[in-house]
């Protein structure tokens, strides 16, 4: 029997190798678009409570981790603040402000881990509560809450945030200082270190399927939707792939800007999936993944550095990109009121310095994703959708579900559309519309 061979054609030809391509045109001059990305809400890493920073203040001195520069997990009161505080500005399509929350989903079952004498790894899905002594009220709620209110909006940051398990547990059962000071941590249901113990650490493809798979399902469990953006400075080149697989479409902090434009790598973490070279926005056929730069710093940043942050801003337009804040829950939550407010005045500032500004819409990350992949983005807040075309001169969209009309941004002026089928059918010139 004769063997034969068959000529596939190339599935992605005349591609670099890298894969990046842009796949729609904006003008992020005219289009201000500013998303702010906040890291680590519901991770139970740190301090507990005040009790805690006293009696694990010697060791935290030794881990060169002080007292004031640890935060804690918030309450829904602090929640409250920071949705009060979004909600008291407005862009030029009169939309409130909002934070893209990235969340770990897991944090550690110390009596489980405990009973096993350091050899398991168990843990708590955010969707299932918190560990003991980290309680706080109705934080699933609150939660839920601000993603109805339109000022929360969650996204994926780790399965247990940057802390691998693997390491973690070799790290409890070994012996030396920093052995010691894990497992006097540990007594305290607290799982931070003084050194890095990147999250995927030993996984090979199979268990990253496992351990992504299983904290998507628990944030699918917990806000009724999968992810559609990551972020974490820990991915391996195949954790991309995993994220994909699991369903989520933009990946995040695929390289970091400085205020100048200029591209930073994260020399500490040379094993991570960064890439100085990708654009902002590029879009990776082969992974399916649209990819984003930080480029906008607000971390640790006092009031009067205002003028620099607004510089900041204005240059990232003018090099036509979106303002992609990087900020965490630190500035906002923590057992230092000092330093919250501070966070909360640096805040105010710059978000009644954006929207004084011509033309400035806040984003979320989702949004800003899904109108570089497809020059349109579309978002639910509450029963309403809000629907921004900024590609074409005129797109012709169909819209599944129910709607009964389209309303143009700022004015509500009614635009019209038909039904086909069941969905329905717009032309939309560039703007904003709100879908009801």
């Given at each position: 029997?004769?063997?034969?061979?068959?000529?596939?054609?190339?599935?992605?030809?005349?591609?670099?190798?890298?894969?990046?391509?842009?796949?729609?045109?904006?003008?992020w001059n005219?289009?201000?678009?500013v998303?702010?990305?906040?890291?680590?809400?519901?991770?139970c890493?740190?301090?507990r409570?005040?009790?805690?920073?006293v009696?694990l203040?010697?060791?935290?001195?030794r881990?060169?981790?002080?007292?004031?520069?640890?935060?804690?997990?918030e309450?829904?009161?602090?929640?409250?603040?920071?949705?009060?505080?979004?909600?008291?500005?407005?862009?030029?399509?009169?939309?409130?402000?909002?934070?893209?929350?990235f969340?770990?989903?897991?944090?550690?079952?110390?009596?489980?881990?405990?009973a096993?004498?350091f050899?398991?790894?168990y843990?708590?899905?955010?969707?299932?509560?918190?560990?003991?002594?980290?309680e706080?009220?109705?934080?699933?709620g609150?939660?839920?809450?601000g993603?109805?209110?339109?000022v929360?909006s969650p996204?994926?940051?780790?399965?247990?945030?940057?802390?691998?398990p693997?390491?973690?547990?070799?790290?409890?059962?070994?012996?030396?200082?920093?052995?010691?000071?894990a497992?006097?941590?540990?007594?305290h249901?607290?799982?931070?270190?003084?050194?890095?113990?990147p999250?995927?650490?030993?996984?090979n493809?199979?268990?990253?399927?496992e351990?992504?798979?299983?904290?998507?399902?628990r944030?699918?469990?917990?806000f009724?939707?999968?992810?559609?953006?990551?972020v974490?400075?820990?991915?391996?080149?195949m954790t991309?792939?995993?994220?994909?697989?699991?369903?989520?479409k933009?990946?995040?902090?695929?390289?970091?800007?400085?205020h100048?434009?200029?591209?930073?790598?994260?020399?500490?973490?040379?094993w991570?999936s960064?890439?100085?070279?990708?654009?902002?926005?590029?879009?990776n056929?082969?992974?399916?993944l649209?990819y984003?730069?930080?480029?906008?710093?607000?971390d640790?940043?006092?009031r009067?550095?205002l003028s620099?942050?607004?510089?900041?801003?204005?240059a990232?337009?003018q090099?036509?990109?979106p303002?992609?804040?990087?900020?965490?829950?630190?500035?906002?939550?923590?057992?230092?009121?000092?330093?919250?407010?501070?966070?909360?005045?640096?805040?105010?500032?710059?978000?009644?310095?954006?929207?004084?500004?011509?033309?400035?819409?806040f984003?979320?990350?989702?949004?800003?994703?899904?109108?570089?992949?497809?020059?349109?983005?579309?978002?639910?807040?509450?029963?309403?959708?809000?629907?921004?075309?900024?590609?074409?001169?005129?797109?012709?969209?169909?819209?599944?579900?129910?709607?009964?009309?389209?309303l143009?941004?700022?004015?509500?002026?009614?635009?019209?559309?038909?039904?086909?089928?069941d969905?329905?059918?717009?032309?939309?010139?560039?703007?904003?519309?709100?879908?009801?």
């Open positions: 029997m004769k063997s034969s061979t068959m000529s596939l054609p190339e599935p992605f030809p005349n591609e670099p190798d890298c894969g990046y391509r842009m796949q729609t045109a904006i003008d005219q289009y201000r678009a998303v702010f990305e906040s890291d680590d809400w519901g991770a890493e740190t301090l409570d005040h009790e805690d920073a009696a203040e010697p060791v935290l001195k881990m060169g981790r002080p007292t004031r520069s640890q935060g804690t997990l309450s829904p009161a602090d929640l409250e603040r920071l949705y009060a505080t979004l909600e008291a500005v407005r862009g030029c399509d009169n939309q409130q402000a909002v934070f893209t929350a969340m770990p989903m897991g944090n550690p079952d110390y009596a489980a881990i405990a096993s004498g050899q398991g790894y843990d708590i899905g955010l969707d299932e509560g918190v560990p003991p002594g980290w706080r009220g109705d934080l699933t609150k939660w839920r809450e993603v109805a209110r339109g929360f996204e994926f940051h780790a399965g247990l945030h940057h802390i691998s693997i390491l973690w547990l070799e790290l409890l059962r070994d012996k030396g200082p920093d052995s010691h000071n497992r006097t941590l540990f007594a249901g607290i799982y931070t270190q003084a050194q890095h113990l999250e995927y650490h030993g996984m493809a199979g268990m990253q399927h351990w992504v798979g299983r904290a998507v399902a944030f699918k469990n917990l009724g939707y999968v992810p559609r953006a990551g974490s400075s820990d991915t391996l080149s991309e792939v995993v994220w994909a697989v699991n369903g989520l933009i990946f995040c902090l695929k390289n970091c800007r400085l100048d434009g200029s591209v930073v790598t994260y020399d500490t973490k040379p991570n960064q890439d100085p070279d990708c654009p902002m926005g590029a879009y056929r082969r992974h399916d649209v984003l730069s930080r480029n906008f710093h607000l640790n940043v006092k009067e550095s620099e942050l607004t510089q900041a801003a204005s990232s337009w090099r036509n990109e303002v992609v804040v990087n900020t965490h829950r630190i500035n906002y939550v923590g057992l230092d009121p000092q330093r919250c407010d501070e966070g909360y005045e640096t805040l105010t500032a710059l978000l009644n310095w954006l929207a004084a500004q011509e033309r400035v819409r984003l979320t990350t989702a949004e800003l994703g899904q109108l570089y992949r497809d020059g349109y983005s579309i978002r639910q807040i509450g029963a309403q959708r809000l629907l921004r075309q900024w590609s074409q001169p005129v797109m012709t969209l169909e819209i599944p579900g129910s709607i009964t009309r389209v143009s941004l700022p004015g509500c002026k009614e635009q019209p559309s038909y039904r086909e089928g969905k329905t059918v717009v032309d939309l010139k560039q703007g904003d519309y709100l879908l009801l």
